[in-house]
């Protein structure tokens, strides 16, 4: 994973409070708060689903929430912990 993708994970973690929020929400949010293109937001969302780290909606499913699957919620949390510093960009 690159430090861009930790990033996000952590971001989808911190603001999952319970609200639904969609992929595309994300992508614009991540976008604006981390000031990251959305095109880059859109690539790391893309490449954590395909990690099974979090699940979200599609083109053909639209309207989806998106969320951490356990997985991810084990690597967010790892990240967001005490022990928790910059992730090595070597650890891809």
Sequence with gaps: MTSVQYRILEYIYRKETGL??????????I????????????WCLNNLRGMLLIEAGSALEKGIPLRLTHPGLVVAKGLSGPLSGRPREDYR
């Design 31 to 42: 976008a604006t708060e981390m000031g990251v293109p959305e095109s880059t937001a859109k």
């Design 20 to 29: 639904a929020h969609t992929y595309s929400w994300y992508v614009k949010s």
